[in-house]
């Protein structure tokens, strides 16, 4: 079994405790109705990925300045453990990563907070002014973490084998998949069961992360 080399988490309800960085924006703009609708309509086909994007920007009123975005991204804490988990993986000389299907301004926050050596997210852009256009990049596609993970691991020249995959829902499915190990971090908002999930392992705390990769290289 080969060493691990890159550690990829999703973002959303795995690092931060917020389960979506689109619905924090939409409870603070008061259109978490539409939004469900509109995230609805993707999750049964109805919809592209692209056009969901499209849709939960149309919601928000154009021109915002990208501070009130990061004002309501900085109201978002970090997950129990966290920071020490990431602190030891950096220590260990394995490189971290983010791949997340929410919004970019709040991976960015986290990655520089953590030192986290790459991330990937959808984008909303911005004007020269810094303020928002009411248009976005779907780079992330909610159901196909995949693409973005393997993206990742060209640049970096990564083999999947390498890779430990840590998510909490079953949209981090298809990157997990792809991943030499994976773990799912089960918390009492997640509302799934790990039986559904074909994961190598399942955890209650980021605290145990590690003792996962000390039973992974104890392997290798």
Not at 21 to 42: A, I, M, N, P, Q
Not at 156 to 183: H, N, Q, T
Not at 189 to 203: A, L, P, Q, R, T
Request: aromatic share 8%; hydrophobic share 40%.
């Amino acid at each position: 079994m080969p060493k691990i080399k890159l550690v990829v988490f999703d973002l959303d309800g795995t690092l931060v405790k917020e389960k979506s960085s689109w619905r924090k924006v939409h409870e603070f703009f008061g259109t978490e109705e539409k939004g469900d609708e509109g995230l609805k309509l993707y999750v049964d086909g109805k919809i592209s990925y692209e056009q969901f994007v499209a849709h939960d920007l149309s919601l928000w009123p154009r021109g915002i300045s990208k501070s009130v975005f990061n004002y309501i991204f900085n109201k978002i804490p970090l997950n129990e453990g966290v920071r020490e988990v990431v602190t030891e993986i950096k220590k260990r000389g394995k490189l971290v990563a983010i791949v997340s299907s929410g919004i970019s301004l709040l991976a960015e926050k986290i990655s520089n907070e953590l030192n986290i050596d790459f991330f990937v997210a959808n984008e909303i852009l911005f004007d020269e002014r810094g303020r928002s256009t009411g248009v976005g990049a779907a780079i992330v596609e909610l159901n196909k973490k995949d693409k973005a993970l393997l993206k990742i691991l060209n640049k970096v020249s990564i083999k999947p084998m390498e890779v430990l995959g840590v998510g909490d829902s079953k949209f981090d499915l298809s990157f997990l998949k792809v991943c030499g190990y994976s773990v799912l971090l089960r918390t009492k908002d997640s509302k799934i069961g790990d039986e559904k999930y074909e994961v190598n392992f399942v955890i209650d705390s980021l605290h145990e992360l590690i003792k996962v990769i000390d039973i992974i290289e104890e392997d290798a």
